[in-house]
């Protein structure tokens, strides 16, 4: 009859590639469940966007072969719960990202919408906030041009907005608040006003992930969010050529001041190089090569991925319909690779 002591012993030789301990260890095996000839067992993940997952069920299915019989046969379930960061400020929200850039241009929100839809697809509830209030542009990007969202009172009698909910995402923007047309000229003690508001009042419930859509450069929305809440970690999204990698090495540096201390989730390197959609196999490096993966190599930082510059990428913003939606595309792939190393690396920093 097998035990579950020699389960739990089988599984102990499993890593977890990324935290480096095993299984066992790591509380990540949970549930066994002993039949005739057969297991059962919970194989908990830190997320769900593990892009490791595969790798670490078939580890489980060759320790059950070896360690007590290949005619065993083990049912898996491959399931997650996030590690949180929360606190009392935002209670509910399990790790907060911010997208982030040294200047404008770089496609910095269309990583933002991309990276937080992608996290969706895995399973986790995940809202998106712009924070942009200079340049908001999640309203077109998901087609909610002249939304706005409702209001709930809560138990306690306080006022709170609803976010919109659109394609499994939760979604706020200054945006919803403001005229399309008319420009806002915010002083500094405005804006730091404006984007308290949008974090603390706001009803986001129960969340796995906020992504939040920074402001380009290194201004004041930037040093009283990273002071104020409980940042999991910064994402760095530029370009390949050298005036974009200037600023973006500003805008690390700005995050790992003294007072900030955000962690580096890592560097997006966006409009890679240029695809032509009737030649997907041809990639032209018009912007430079290799600019972000040398600015993560230099910073000791990861290097999360690449976004080739294409069309239709630009398109599907302007459509309300993000890229990520679309399944027959090739750069969602890369949107996918991108939000697994994002939540890896997540892991990473709270078992440390």
Not at 17 to 35: F, R, Y
Not at 113 to 138: C, F, H, Q, R
Not at 255 to 280: C, D, K, R
Request: aromatic share 6%.
């Amino acid at each position: 009859m097998i035990t579950k002591e020699q389960v739990l012993h089988a599984l102990s030789h499993v890593e977890e590639p990324d935290l480096k301990k095993d299984l066992v260890t790591l509380h990540m095996i949970q549930n066994i469940e002993i039949l005739p000839n057969k297991v059962k067992f919970d194989v908990v993940l830190t997320t769900p966007a593990c892009p490791l997952k595969g790798h670490i069920e078939h580890a489980c299915r060759n320790a059950i072969a070896l360690f007590i019989g290949k005619e065993v046969e083990a049912e898996i379930n491959m399931t997650a719960r996030v590690v949180s960061n929360e606190n009392q400020q935002l209670h509910g929200i399990k790790n907060i990202i911010l997208v982030s850039s040294g200047k404008g241009g770089v496609g910095k929100s269309t990583v933002a919408s991309n990276l937080a839809l992608a996290l969706v697809e895995t399973g986790a509830k995940t809202g998106l906030m712009d924070a942009d209030i200079y340049g908001p542009s999640l309203p077109i990007m998901f087609g909610l041009d002249g939304a706005r969202p409702e209001s709930v009172v809560t138990p306690d009698g306080k006022t709170k907005i609803l976010p919109i909910e659109k394609f499994g995402l939760k979604l706020l923007s200054i945006g919803f608040f403001t005229d399309p047309n008319q420009p806002i000229p915010w002083r500094g003690p405005m804006a730091t006003s404006a984007i308290k508001q949008l974090f603390g009042d706001t009803d986001w419930g129960e969340l796995d992930y906020l992504v939040v859509d920074m402001p380009p450069g290194t201004g004041d929305i930037h040093i009283t969010v990273s002071q104020t809440y409980p940042i999991a970690g910064a994402v760095i999204v530029t370009t390949p050529q050298q005036v974009a990698l200037a600023d973006a090495i500003k805008g690390m540096a700005m995050y790992q001041m003294e007072g900030i201390n955000v962690p580096i989730l890592g560097i997006v390197e966006n409009m890679a190089y240029f695809t032509p959609a009737e030649l997907p196999e041809n990639k032209y490096y018009i912007f430079g090569k290799d600019g972000g993966k040398r600015l993560a190599e230099s910073n000791n930082t990861p290097f999360l991925g690449e976004i080739p510059l294409v069309k239709s990428i630009a398109d599907a913003g302007d459509n309300g319909f993000p890229i990520l939606l679309d399944a027959d595309e090739q750069v969602v792939d890369a949107f996918k690779l991108i939000a697994g190393r994002v939540a890896q690396q997540l892991s990473i920093l709270a078992n440390k």
